[in-house]
T-cell receptor, first 116, second 115 residues
Framework: AQSVAQPEDQVKVAEGNPLTVKCTYS??????LFWYVQYPNRGLQFLLK??????LVKGSYGFEAEFNKSQTSFHLKKPSALVSDSALYFC??????????????FGQGTTLQVKP | ETGVTQTPRHLVMGMTNKKSLKCEQH?????MYWYKQSAKKPLELMFV???????ENNSVPSRFSPECPNSSHLFLHLHTLQPEDSALYLC??????????????FGNGTRLTVT
């Protein structure tokens, strides 16, 4: 069965420093991987996805993520954090080859706090 | 604006009440979803509709009853809820059901409190 894990409940960084939000996954086939962000009192917003091709994908607001098949990871990164990046981040995975219609499975979320 | 509108934003109801949550999408999508978001827990998929037909019910208690009259509107009818049903209920849509090239677009949710 497919699954996704975000090992950190919270990540704290100083503004201007690089940030990383970790995500690992488990699927039986080739994964489709996504990152979403949720600001307070808002729904989730799509940031970026990996389907195939270049392992480094770029998304909205200067975020990028690196697909690492050997480590089954898809960590979210940004070179220079902004206070406005403070939010809840969700990693999600789909296994298109699975028998459960390839539904999107979300991690439990990581709260990113960027301090001024 | 996200293109997916949910009303009301906040709802407080007693355990014997009947209420409905509404979701409307203006994106021309064909699939719509209900998710439940509780604190410290992963998002829980509740229901999926594709072209107005229910395609998934993720073992949701019958006190939650979805309705999808057309591809643009989705309702969640609530009755005889329990306090543990208090959560943020999120509606989402996508061009096709679980389409890899069609990310989910979420509404801002309805914060439900059951007293």
């Amino acid at each position: 069965a497919q699954s996704v894990a975000q090992p950190e409940d919270q990540v704290k960084v100083a503004e201007g420093n690089p940030l990383t939000v970790k995500c690992t996954y488990s699927v039986s086939g080739n994964p489709y991987l996504f990152w979403y962000v949720q600001y307070p009192n808002r729904g989730l917003q799509f940031l970026l996805k990996y389907i195939t091709g270049d392992n480094l994908v770029k998304g909205s607001y200067g975020f990028e993520a690196e697909f690492n098949k050997s480590q089954t990871s898809f960590h979210l990164k940004k070179p220079s954090a902004l206070v406005s990046d403070s939010a809840l981040y969700f990693c999600a995975v789909r296994d298109p080859g699975s028998s459960n219609t390839g539904k999107l499975i979300f991690g439990q979320g990581t709260t990113l706090q960027v301090k001024p | 604006e996200t293109g997916v509108t949910q009303t009301p934003r906040h709802l407080v109801m007693g355990m014997t009440n009947k209420k409905s949550l509404k979701c409307e999408q203006h994106l021309g999508h064909n699939a719509m979803y209900w998710y439940k978001q509780s604190a410290k827990k992963p998002l829980e998929l509740m229901f999926v509709y594709n072209f107005k037909e229910q395609t998934e019910n993720n073992s949701v208690p019958s006190r939650f009853s979805p309705e999808c009259p057309n591809s643009s509107h989705l309702f969640l009818h609530l009755h005889t809820l329990q306090p543990e049903d208090s959560a943020l209920y999120l509606c989402a849509s996508s061009q096709e059901q679980w389409g890899f090239n069609s990310p989910l677009h979420f509404g801002n949710g309805t914060r439900l409190t059951v007293t």
